[in-house]
């Protein structure tokens, strides 16, 4: 009787209308409460527009077969929890651009116009790179999504190519026209700054958050495995895809972990979806005691990263 209290419980939260909107409210106040600067005004707009367009991405590629706004409400809880994340910067908008890019390559799966989603995914990642040089890492990645989803061609790759270079053209050409070339060498320098490995630069408790968020990364990856048989081979592509990003991004962590904030907050998309798809197509005793155990232990998480701010440790 336990075990179907439990899985009720999961129910109700995983498919609810109310999940998303008391959510909300309670990020809403985990903002106020860390609330430094108007400034960090901006990075909650983006984190609300990175949730509307995973919500526009669920529903375009049906990632999850089932109606639930789960995913976003995971994505927009962690977020908020994670209060180091909060201060506004240029790599606030990775998140949004990642999303924008990451649309535009599931748009050219086995697509006879794949050379323009491919043009456009590209052109987000390196317009995302202007903020965040780093991100060019991920071009690979991409690439490695586009040939599994049969939409790379000679002919598409240039026009991703393009997509590249046409952002960091339009800079060279006005730090030309201004006379500041420093404004186009400074990304690409930091591009090509690689740091040595040095874990300590990162304060114990993101750490600790991180680590959280890539165990459940972890654990919806392994679970994902065990049943990707009973998804559609399009919705399979795309998990199996968000799954292997997520991967490919925490090796870059742990080889350059100066970069770990504006990773992880790419990090928490893909965590997001996993985890939903383990709770709301999951019906056993797996799932119903996990599915407490993972909301105690965000609760706990968020008052930990709240103790390690009011206090300032």
């Known amino acids: 009787i336990k075990m179907k209290v439990d899985n009720r419980l999961q129910t109700s939260v995983a498919t609810g209308r109310f999940t998303l909107p008391v959510v909300t409210l309670i990020c809403l106040m985990l903002w106020i409460i860390s609330l430094d600067s108007w400034r960090d005004l901006g990075t909650l707009f983006i984190v609300i527009c990175t949730g509307y367009l995973m919500i526009e991405f669920n529903t375009a590629f049906t990632l999850i077969r089932t109606r639930t706004t789960l995913f976003v409400s995971l994505f927009l809880y962690l977020f908020s929890s994670l209060f180091f994340l909060h201060d506004f910067q240029l790599n606030s908008f990775i998140p949004l651009a990642f999303i924008l890019a990451l649309y535009q390559l599931c748009s050219s799966y086995e697509s006879p116009h794949a050379s323009s989603y491919l043009f456009h995914a590209f052109l987000f990642l390196s317009i995302g790179s202007l903020c965040f040089p780093p991100l060019f890492y991920l071009i690979p990645l ?154 105690v232990s965000m609760i706990a998480l968020t008052c930990y990263n709240l103790w390690m701010l009011l206090f300032n440790f």
């Open 142 to 295: 991409v690439v490695l999504g586009a040939f599994s989803f049969q939409a790379l061609s000679i002919k598409s790759f240039f026009a991703g190519l393009l997509g590249i270079i046409a952002p960091y053209w339009i800079l060279f050409c006005y730090a030309f026209f201004v006379d500041q070339m420093s404004l186009f060498y400074g990304p690409v320098h930091e591009l090509v700054n690689f740091k040595s490995i040095d874990y300590s630069c990162i304060p114990v408790n993101v750490w600790i958050s991180w680590g959280y968020v890539t165990l459940l990364q972890l654990i919806g990856s392994v679970h994902y495995l065990m049943v990707a048989y009973q998804d559609k081979t399009r919705p399979r592509s795309y998990m199996t895809f968000l799954m292997v990003a997520g991967c490919y991004i925490l090796c870059v962590v742990l080889l350059q972990p100066h970069h770990l904030y504006p990773f992880l907050s790419i990090q928490l998309i893909f965590t997001s979806f996993l985890m939903t798809h383990l709770f709301t197509l999951t019906r056993n005793r797996f799932s119903g005691i996990f599915f407490i155990v993972t909301f």
